[in-house]
């Protein structure tokens, strides 16, 4: 994570970092181009400094639900433990949460009632910096991360770090829905708590 330090003049978030967590090869996930801005109407989806969760839910005009495809708890001594490893049916969620020190996951949001993916996402956060009540509702993966921050009144301010046009790979083609080579748009942001920089974000949006 960037150090307070950084602040204004903080370092880009990594973006092939976040991917790298999920996909050895970054092509299999997609072609990211940086770009300064998007056409409508993803610049009203992507280009603000707000909740992504609140943003999609207004321009679609339905809530959303999250879908958690692969997780993964880094422990103290940097092992990891993923989704699927035995160690969270052998010990518990709950008890692999209260041992993480850090979380990323791979998610698509979908509309409650028409069943829509209209995003998907890739989150690196720090726990110790969001409060214990919030992080383990996080960590349960049943509820979007901007609702759960929000529903606990987190001080937090989210800060939009650079736009990118993307060209679907495989597996991007395959959550969202789209064609291969169909061109969608998204962004890497970065979210304070409690004056702290604690969760990083890459967001793919579809109309």
């Known amino acids: ?3 307070p330090s950084d602040s204004p ?3 880009h978030i990594d973006i092939d970092s976040l991917i790298s967590q ?3 090869d970054s092509d299999t996930l997609a072609k990211f181009e940086q770009v300064t801005a998007c056409p409508p109407p993803f610049d009203q989806l992507l280009d603000h400094n707000s909740h992504m969760t ?3 839910e207004a321009f679609h005009e339905e809530q959303v639900n999250v879908v958690v495809h692969r997780s993964c708890n880094r422990m103290p001594d940097g092992t990891a ?3 699927d490893d035995p160690a969270l049916q052998r010990e518990g ?3 692999i949460a209260e041992q993480t020190v850090s ?3 791979e998610i698509t949001l979908v509309t409650q009632g028409t069943g829509k993916i209209v995003q998907y996402g890739l989150v690196r956060l720090d726990p110790s910096t969001i409060g214990h009540d919030v992080w383990m509702e996080i960590a349960s993966e049943g509820i979007p991360l901007g609702r759960a921050l929000i529903n606990h009144n987190v001080l937090r301010s989210v800060e939009l770090d650079r736009l990118w046009k993307i060209t679907p790979g495989r597996a991007l083609a395959s959550f969202l829905k789209t064609a291969p080579n169909e061109i969608v748009f998204g962004r890497t942001a970065l979210i304070r708590c409690n004056d702290q920089p604690a969760i990083e974000l890459v967001e793919i949006v579809r109309e």
């Open 1 to 3: 994570m960037p150090s």
């Open 9 to 11: 003049l903080r370092r």
């Open 22 to 24: 999920f996909y050895p």
């Open 54 to 56: 609140v943003t999609v």
């Open 81 to 83: 433990v993923w989704q």
């Open 93 to 95: 969620r709950r008890s």
């Open 103 to 105: 979380y990323s996951r």
